[in-house]
Structure formats: C-alpha cells, structure tokens
C-alpha cells in the first residue's frame, strides 16, 4: 500500500464493529468522549493520507504495526495502538483493515492480556474475511 497521491485522500471507512466498539467502551468507562475528540480521532484522520502515512507517529511500533498472530502477520491488517488512555490509563487498540484507497476500522478494544489481545486479531480475521465478502455494515466515513 502506498500513500494517497498530493490532493486525494483515501477513504476512512467506520464500520458497525467500530461503531458498537466505541459505545462499549463509553458505557465501560474506558473513553470518554473527550478521548475520542482530541486523541484519537486526529490520529484517525491521519489514515486519510493512505498507507502508511506519512506522518512520524506511525513510523513508531508503539503506535501502528501490523497486525500479528504470534510470528504470522494477517495480511492487510494492522493495529493502532494508544498507551495510558483516560481515566482508567487503559492501552487501547484499534485494528484496522487496508483496501486500495481506503482504510476500514474494525474493532476498538482496551488490552487486558495477551490472550484477549489474541482473541481480537482471531475476530480481526473474521471481519477482513467478511468485509471481503461484503458482509459488514458501513456506519460512515471519517
């Protein structure tokens, strides 16, 4: 994937995982609206430049990398990452979907352990599988 062309943005696709992730996590206490409005989604727009952005944050494995289970790297697939997040000083995980000149959001979740983290790139797998099928719900775009 390379970045978009001078003057063209790639879509940022939310999805009804994305959706649903993020109110569960309002609900839970995790984030908080003001989270959302001034941490991630500026690092969100910044997937509009396509992939992978320019930007130096996202030269940092701290902060994206693909999406891994053990040593195999799910192809396509990729994490945002978010370290001592709100009130409750949470790591935060986004994963994230490439297509050719758009990037799709998946599913938002707070790490707990690496079993649960190996838990949510199983379901990142089912998603692409499904998104590649055409059988997600497109909620709208950044």
Known sequence: MTAAAPG????V???EW???SFLRLLAR???????????LRPDLVLL????????PKFQAHAFWSPAKQGSWVIRGGYKMKWHQ?????VELRLAVMALPGQVLLC????????AHERRKLAR?????NLIAAGRYTHRGKL
């Not at 206490?29 to 941490?39: E, K």
């Not at 396509?50 to 930007?55: E, F, I, N, R, S």
């Not at 997040?85 to 000083?89: F, N, P, R, V």
């Open 8 to 11: 063209t943005a790639w879509d």
């Open 13 to 15: 696709v939310i999805t």
């Open 18 to 20: 994305t959706l649903d």
């Open 29 to 39: 206490g995790v984030l908080s609206s003001a989270d959302y409005r001034g941490v």
């Open 48 to 55: 509009q430049q396509g992939l992978p952005p320019v930007d």
């Open 85 to 89: 997040l709100g009130a409750l000083q």
């Open 107 to 114: 599913e938002c979740y707070d790490r707990r352990s690496p």
């Open 124 to 128: 990142l797998k089912t998603q692409m």
